[in-house]
């Protein structure tokens, strides 16, 4: 069993960063892929970044693309998405998982487990 831990979320005004945190327990993840995914207000749950388990190789959703950047520290059990340039349409509860997936992005039906979730609010 795996426990995922959201941090970093909150109220930041457009065009502010935030910097998102998920550490895992309970066992090793440097054999998962991780990612991120998010659901706004009112709309389904999205894909929004994804992380493989070598060579670091990366896919974001055309929104995050040249905004977020998504990383990982295995010796921490941890993923991180740092959030640049934030916009109100980016106002979501942020959900860190991992999965087997690799080399490409994973259904939300592939990943393992899910974290708690963690709300950002971007709003002047």
């Known amino acids: 069993q795996v426990q995922l831990v959201e941090s970093g979320g909150g109220l930041v005004q457009p065009g502010g960063s935030l910097r998102l945190s998920c550490a895992a327990s309970g066992r090793s993840v440097s054999t998962y892929t991780m990612g991120w995914f998010r659901r706004a207000p009112g709309k389904e749950r999205e894909f929004v970044a994804h992380?493989?388990?070598?060579?670091?190789?990366?896919y974001y959703a055309a929104s995050a693309k040249g905004r977020f950047t998504i990383s990982r520290d295995n010796a921490k059990n941890s993923v991180f998405l740092q959030m640049n340039s934030l916009k109100p349409e980016d106002t979501a509860v942020y959900y860190c998982?991992?999965?087997?997936?690799?080399?490409?992005?994973?259904?939300?039906?592939?990943?393992?487990?899910w974290g708690q979730g963690t709300q950002v609010t971007v709003s002047s």
């Open positions: 992380i493989g388990r070598t060579y670091g190789y990366t």
């Open positions: 998982t991992i999965s087997r997936v690799d080399y490409r992005i994973p259904r939300e039906d592939e990943c393992d487990y």
